[in-house]
């Protein structure tokens, strides 16, 4: 299962948490939600690959630890999506998906 590009009518936003948007529903630690809007990441489906992080040319993301996650006990959050350019590596190299990036969907904060 991909990360639902519709989001932002398909859930809550339920807050921030290390600087970015959190979209619910959430009951950590097992369900963590999709985190950030520009450059938004489904915690619950990530499994922690890195590749994201590794390729981004402008280090939008950063590793958080999720302990007691299902699917990994790591994922990453993306703390500066605000420099994103759109280059779609992090979508394009994610093994499952969990990466959706809009340029006409803008960050809340
Ligand atoms: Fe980086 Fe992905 Fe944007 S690789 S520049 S966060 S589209
Ligand atoms: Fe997670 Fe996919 Fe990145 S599994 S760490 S969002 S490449």
């Known amino acids: 299962m ?11 936003r339920e807050g921030t948490e290390r600087e970015v948007d959190v979209w619910g529903p959430t009951d950590p630690p097992e369900t963590l939600g999709i985190r950030g809007t520009h450059v938004a990441v489904d915690f619950d489906i990530c499994i922690g690959d890195g590749a994201c992080l590794e390729d981004c040319p402008v280090d939008v993301f950063e590793w958080v ?6 699917e990994s006990d790591r994922k990453v959050n993306p703390t500066n999506e605000s420099q994103c350019i759109d280059c ?3 979508v394009d190299v994610c093994p499952v998906d969990a990466i959706d990036v809009d340029p006409g969907r803008e960050n809340r904060i």
């Open 2 to 12: 991909a990360i639902d590009p519709h989001f932002e009518e398909t859930r809550e």
């Open 88 to 90: 779609m590596l992090c």
């Open 65 to 70: 630890d999720t302990p007691g996650h299902p």
